[in-house]
């Protein structure tokens, strides 16, 4: 079974620093782009941060721009994300996601995220 | 950034119900757009992906449609384990963008 795991969250003071990792399984993780998505408490779902396959390409949201990085592993199957200068509105939990899509010939069909991880929880207070 | 508005934030319905749920995109996305389905506690599940396509294993009672700006999410006939907040998403361009949820409760 195609498996996402996420690691690394925990209880930081504001200013603080924390790396999440995710660790895939039974797909060719070098070829998919990869995303971290968070989910403050009772709140909705907030796109933050995308990987391309090789590693070459990132995006951030506007939100974390500047303060955290993404990068991948692909010889571990590992994605990850270091967040510095953590504030109390990055407490959520934080997901990584498997962004599926299908080249043939010209054509490219992006399917979504299609695999999820279970999350991993940041708590920022002091 | 591309804005979503999904409509109603709530709804609340009986089993066997049709519901339909509404997203707006601040600008043309094509049909750059997917519905996710969220139960409490757990990950997000990819429904529709492409505006209209069932991903795997979705039931058929679940689809997408629309192109450019409004999108719609119809469940057919409401089912006991559908009750769960469904959220879209633009992929058009980066920043990617949520629909901030609408949950669909039990009436």
């Known amino acids: 079974e195609v498996q996402l795991l996420e690691s690394g969250g925990g209880l930081v003071q504001p200013g603080g620093s924390l790396r999440l990792s995710c660790a895939a399984s039974r797909f060719t993780f070098s070829s998919h782009t990869m995303y971290w998505v968070r989910q403050a408490p009772g709140k909705g779902l907030e796109w933050v941060s995308a990987i391309s396959g090789s590693g070459d390409s990132t995006n951030y949201a506007d939100s974390v721009k500047g303060r955290f990085t993404i990068s991948r592993d692909n010889s571990k199957n590992t994605l990850f994300l270091q967040m510095n200068s953590l504030r109390v509105e990055d407490t959520a939990v934080y997901y990584c996601?498997?962004?599926?899509?299908?080249?043939?010939?010209?054509?490219?069909?992006?399917?979504?995220?299609?695999?999820w991880g279970q999350g991993t929880t940041v708590t920022v207070s002091s | 950034a591309i804005q979503m508005t999904q409509s109603p934030s709530s709804l609340s319905a009986s089993v066997g119900d049709r519901v339909t749920i509404s997203c707006r995109a601040s600008q043309g996305i094509t049909n750059d757009l997917g519905w996710y389905q969220q139960k409490p506690g757990k990950a997000p599940k990819l429904l529709i992906y492409s505006a209209s396509n069932l991903q795997s294993g979705v039931p058929s009672r679940f689809s997408g449609s629309g192109s450019g700006t409004d999108f719609t999410l119809t469940i057919s006939s409401l089912q006991p384990e559908d009750f769960a907040t469904y959220y879209c998403?633009?992929?058009?361009?980066?920043?990617?963008?949520f629909g901030q949820g609408t949950k669909v409760e039990i009436k």
């Open positions: 996601a498997k962004w599926s899509t299908m080249v043939r010939g010209v054509i490219r069909t992006d399917y979504g995220m299609d695999v």
């Open positions: 998403l633009q992929d058009y361009n980066y920043p990617r963008t």
